[in-house]
């Protein structure tokens, strides 16, 4: 069975610190990666996804960016974090088009305050 | 960028009741699905209803979907204290990316 983990599931980290929080897939071959961010009492906004390895889209300008180095692996980065970076960090994938299994499967999150 | 708009943003209901709430869309999509948050947890998926469906049902879920009203309804039958959570609609337009609404909090009290 597919299955992804998240990690870390909390993190305080002071202002202009680096960030990465990294996601692994498993059970699974070419899926498609995404990173959400959820701000308190907030619906999910779409920062990156990867069809592929190496293949990243941007959704917003941001102080952020992502990196899939495998197939299974999307990371989320940041050289130097702002306080409007804090949040809740969700991971998700999904199957490519055309081979079913419709529906996103999100990782259990990691709640990042920047202080 | 957000799609979805969820109504009511807050539902508080007995137990044994029915938890009803809604979501709008603005274009046109492939299909629509349903997701339930635990207080601090990741997103679980209920539902997914294509846009050439009208209604579709999960053990106590009920989705409709009125695409020449752009809505949608997701229909809690029967609920219980575990329902407690926050339900997000999400649309699937053609490019395979999620859009949420803002969600629907559900409180159930026993």
């Known amino acids: 069975s597919q299955t992804i983990h998240q990690w870390p599931a909390t993190l305080v980290q002071p202002v202009g610190s680096p960030l990465s929080l990294e996601c692994t897939v498993e059970?699974?071959?070419?899926?498609?990666l995404y990173w959400y961010r959820q701000a308190a009492g907030r619906g999910l906004q779409l920062l990156f996804y990867s069809v592929g390895i190496g293949q990243i889209s941007s959704e917003v300008p941001q102080n952020l960016s992502a990196s899939r180095p495998q197939d299974r692996q999307f990371i989320l980065s940041s050289k130097k974090l702002l306080l409007s970076d804090s949040g809740f960090y969700l991971c998700?994938?999904?199957?490519?088009?055309?081979?079913?299994?419709?529906?996103?499967?999100f990782g259990s999150g990691t709640r990042l305050t920047v202080v | 960028s957000q799609q979805g708009e969820e109504d009511p943003q807050a539902l508080s209901i007995q137990e044994g009741e029915n938890a009803t709430m809604n979501c709008s869309y603005k274009t046109s999509i492939n299909n629509l699905q349903w997701y339930r948050q635990n207080s601090g947890r990741g997103l679980v998926h209920l539902i997914l209803i294509r846009s050439n469906e009208r209604e579709k049902h999960s053990g106590r879920l009920r989705v409709t979907l009125d695409t020449s009203k752009k809505s949608s309804s997701l229909l809690i039958t029967a609920s219980r204290a575990a329902d407690t959570a926050s339900y997000f609609c999400?649309?699937?337009?053609?490019?395979?990316?999620?859009?949420f609404g803002a969600g629907t909090t559900v409180t159930v009290r026993a």
């Open positions: 999400a649309t699937d337009g053609n490019d395979y990316k999620l859009s």
């Open positions: 998700a994938w999904s199957a490519p088009p055309g081979q079913g299994g419709y529906g996103y499967t």
């Open positions: 059970g699974t071959s070419n899926p498609n």
